[in-house]
C-alpha cells in the first residue's frame, strides 16, 4: 500500500507559559515560523534563541522541543509534510535542485528581513486559508504553495551569509558539556552531586543555569536521554525489557517503567509492538 502524501498547518496563540515536556521526532520535515514573541528552541543538543519573524527548518529525525524566552505570550506557524508531498507535485527530485537541496538534510534557524518576512507571511496565510476549505484542487494548490515556500527559504538561505548559529555564552557553553557528557553517560548511576563536581560547580548553580539554557530540569533531561536510547532498543533489539532498563540507566524496571510511560505515552511492551521494526 502506498501512503498517502502528508501536509498539515496550523497556527496558534499562545497567552500563558508554554514549554514542551519532552523534545520529540517526527518522520516528517518541519517549518516552525514566529510569528510574535520569543522562545526558545532546543535542537539536537543546542538551543536557538528566537525572535518575531525568525523560521526554523528541523529536519526529519532531529530531536527537538520549544520552551519559554522572555514574554509568555508568543504565537507561530507550524508546517509538517514528507518528502512524497513535494515530490509528487513536481517532476524534479526534491533533493536536488540545481546546487541546493530543496528539502535540506541539516536543520538550521533563518532570521529573513523585514521585507522576506512579509513574503513569507503572505504564502503562509495563502496556506492556511486553502488547508481550512475545500475548494477544488486545494490539494495540487497547497503542493504549489509549499514549493513557492521552499524556494523562498532556499534563496533567503543562498544570500545570507550564514544562518544563526546557536547560543554560545560561557554558561550556555558550560550547559553543552554537560549536555555532551550525560549523552556519553546516560547508562551509568548518576547523581547531582556527581556531575556538579566533576564540572567544579555547585549542584544549585548548575540546575539553574540547566534549566535556563534548556527549559528542562537536568533530571528531566537526563530521563529524556534514557527513553531516547530505550526507544532505539525496544525498536531495533530482542533485548528483554529488564535488560533496556539496566542499560539505559533507570535504577529499577518499575522506574523505567513510570518514566517511559510519562514521556511517550505508551509502556516499554507498547511502544515495542508498535514500532517493532519487521
Not at 78 to 88: G, H, K, P
Amino acid at each position: 500500500m502506498i501512503a498517502t502524501p502528508f501536509f498539515a498547518i496550523e497556527q496558534a496563540l499562545r497567552t500563558v507559559p508554554f514549554s514542551m515536556s519532552a523534545d520529540h521526532v517526527h518522520q516528517a520535515h518541519e517549518i516552525y515560523y514566529l510569528l510574535a514573541g520569543e522562545r526558545y528552541y532546543y535542537i539536537n543538543q543546542r538551543v536557538y534563541a528566537l525572535q518575531k519573524g525568525d523560521l526554523i527548518w528541523i529536519s526529519k529525525h532531529d530531536f527537538h522541543r520549544t520552551s519559554n524566552k522572555g514574554s509568555d505570550s508568543h504565537e507561530r506557524i507550524l508546517i509538517n509534510f514528507d518528502e512524497a508531498f513535494v515530490a509528487s507535485s513536481t517532476p524534479v527530485t526534491p533533493s536536488v535542485v540545481q546546487s541546493r537541496p530543496l528539502l535540506p538534510e541539516k536543520s538550521f534557524l533563518l532570521r529573513p528581513s523585514a521585507q522576506e518576512q512579509r513574503k513569507l507571511e503572505h504564502l503562509f496565510q495563502q496556506m492556511l486559508d486553502e488547508y481550512h476549505q475545500e475548494h477544488a484542487y486545494r490539494h495540487m494548490y497547497l503542493q504549489s504553495l509549499l514549493l513557492q515556500l521552499l524556494i523562498r527559504i532556499g534563496r533567503i538561505q543562498s544570500t545570507a551569509p550564514d544562518t544563526i548559529a546557536p547560543e554560545r555564552s560561557e554558561q550556555q557553553q558550560r550547559v553543552y558539556s554537560v549536555i555532551e557528557y550525560l549523552h556519553a553517560h546516560y547508562a551509568e548511576k548518576l547523581s547531582l552531586e556527581q556531575l556538579a563536581g566533576h564540572f567544579y560547580i555547585s549542584s544549585t548553580y548548575l540546575c539553574r543555569i540547566f534549566k535556563q539554557t534548556t527549559g528542562f530540569t537536568l533530571v528531566e533531561y537526563l530521563q529524556d536521554v534514557r527513553v531516547q536510547q530505550a526507544r532505539a532498543y525496544l525498536k531495533e533489539t530482542n533485548w528483554k525489557v529488564t535488560a533496556i532498563a539496566e542499560k539505559t540507566g533507570f535504577d529499577s524496571i518499575a522506574h523505567f517503567g513510570r518514566v517511559f510511560k510519562h514521556f511517550t505515552g505508551h509502556t516499554p511492551l507498547q511502544y515495542r509492538k508498535a514500532h517493532k521494526k519487521e
